[in-house]
């Protein structure tokens, strides 16, 4: 290479990681991001650390827990001294652009200049669910002028992406582009998921089982969320047609994830906000530079990995303060996969919660006397909820109540104080759920398998 690789995120909002066919979808919904997760690096086992919007991005943007940063909830603007990617790439000379939806600053609008993360060039709206719907898009550029785009709002961003794109194709410096989608989230104003017109009625060939399973929305919005992710995979497709066009594709590392799933309201009143795999686990590809040719990533990565693993794989030191760990010495053999890594999970506005999510195991707890607005945490927990997703990977059936697992639980229950205090938090005092019986339950002896 001649030069340090451009860097390009690819980030939709509420997309399961389910929807893909390299997580199992049968629907063909995602051909562009299959061909990338074939060719490229797939992050088979992917979460997010904060299953909502702002805390979410927050942990993405610094590598570091939504606790640490303060952006524990929504509508907080993230602090000027936890840096983001676009700082430390603004140091080692890259164009940063931001173009979306950004969910860190005040307001929902246009974004003062001093909350945009350090990225210079900007076309976004803080909140771009209120300020555009889906063929009405508009975002604020570099001096917060309201700019219309044309198109489905998809296509819209996407083509800005392509001028970005395209007017740094000469500039001598590489750069670092954020593109952030709205979909597949749901339009508030509507509480609907507004598809591209040509898919906006065409019925879901397929219901994920957690969904099926149990009472929600699904049935009535799947159509429509399945017709977003489909648009969202033609504009991936685009992007790297584009770069194939401007011979960018392996000097330009390109990464594919969103903040969080969506469970149709089958856990709580709406959308995410839960310790289930359906608010948690997403998609995650890499394509380009040291990634393609990766394969299939096996090991668990969360949300706040990739700071340091982008900036690792540019060459770039990782700050000794980033929480995320770099996956590039796994994905360049430099050292075989650790085993048993365990995801820790922060619930708020839903509850006051956090949960550990381990190669078998979901445990979580939370603290019912606490607000999940105002309160970040709390000094006392109490058990909610235990699956064993090797025998129930939709999360179906609670165990939490039964004397059988109560071994598990023990040991659980230090693997998150240990985890939660690994994140900067206080080791909390953890309850155990009443227990009962539960049928003929097997008996658990012994821990190898948590």
């Known amino acids: 290479m001649t030069q340090k690789p451009n860097v390009i995120f690819f980030f939709t909002d509420q997309q399961r990681y389910d929807t893909t066919g390299a997580g199992g979808n049968p629907c063909g919904l995602t051909p562009n991001f299959d061909s990338m997760a074939s060719d490229g690096t797939y992050a088979q086992y992917a979460f997010s650390p904060q299953p909502v919007c702002g805390p979410a991005r927050a942990a993405l943007q610094t590598g570091k827990y939504a606790t640490t940063t ?11 001294e936890h840096r983001t990617m676009a700082d430390y790439f603004n140091e080692a000379g890259y164009d940063t652009g931001y173009i979306g939806k950004w969910h860190l600053g005040e307001g929902r609008a246009a974004v003062p200049e001093g909350q945009r993360g350090g990225y210079r060039w900007w ?24 700019v219309r785009l044309p198109g489905y709002r998809v296509d819209a961003l996407t083509d800005a992406a392509i001028r970005f794109i395209d007017g740094r194709k000469d500039s001598g410096n ?18 609907d998921f507004p598809a591209p017109d040509v898919y906006r009625n065409v019925p879901p060939a397929y219901m994920p089982p957690d969904l099926g399973a149990l ?16 648009r969202l995979d033609e504009a991936l497709g685009r992007i790297r047609d584009v770069l194939k066009s401007l011979h960018m594709t392996e000097n330009t590392i390109l990464v594919f994830t969103s903040d969080h799933g969506c469970h149709f309201k089958t856990r709580n ?5 839960s310790c289930h795999e359906s608010s948690i686990r997403i998609p995650l590809s890499f394509y380009g530079g040291p990634f393609t040719g990766g394969g299939k990533l096996r090991e668990k990565v969360s949300l706040i990995d990739l700071a340091p693993t982008v900036l690792d794989a540019c060459g770039l030191p990782v700050p000794e303060d980033m929480q995320g760990r770099s996956i590039m010495p796994y994905v360049r053999h430099e050292e075989p996969l650790p085993s ?15 949960a550990i999510r381990t190669d078998r195991w979901k445990y979580s707890v939370e603290a019912p006397d606490r607000d999940p607005v105002k309160d970040s945490s709390s000094r006392e927990y109490t058990e909610a909820f235990l699956y064993d997703l090797e025998h129930d990977p ?25 985890r939660m205090e690994e994140a900067g938090e206080e080791v909390p005092v953890i309850h155990p759920a009443p227990k009962r019986k539960i049928g003929q339950l097997m008996v658990f002896d012994g821990e190898e398998n948590l």
């Open 394 to 418: 939709y999360e179906l059936h609670n165990l939490i109540h039964s004397s059988a697992h109560e071994k598990v639980c023990l040991a659980l229950a230090e693997k998150l104080k240990k």
């Open 269 to 273: 009143a709406e959308y995410k906000r």
């Open 340 to 354: 048993g890594r365990d995801i820790l999970i922060q619930i708020s506005e839903s509850q006051v919660g956090r």
């Open 70 to 80: 303060g952006n524990f909830k929504n509508a907080v603007v993230l602090p000027e």
């Open 174 to 191: 590489p750069f670092f582009l954020f593109l952030s989608f709205l979909e597949p989230h749901f339009q508030n104003c509507f509480d």
């Open 215 to 230: 009472s929600g929305t699904a049935w009535q919005h799947m159509g429509g969320y399945y017709g977003m992710v489909r």
């Open 123 to 146: 076309l976004g709206a803080n909140s771009l669910e209120h300020t555009s719907t889906a063929y009405d898009t508009t975002v604020y550029d570099n001096d917060n002028r309201p």
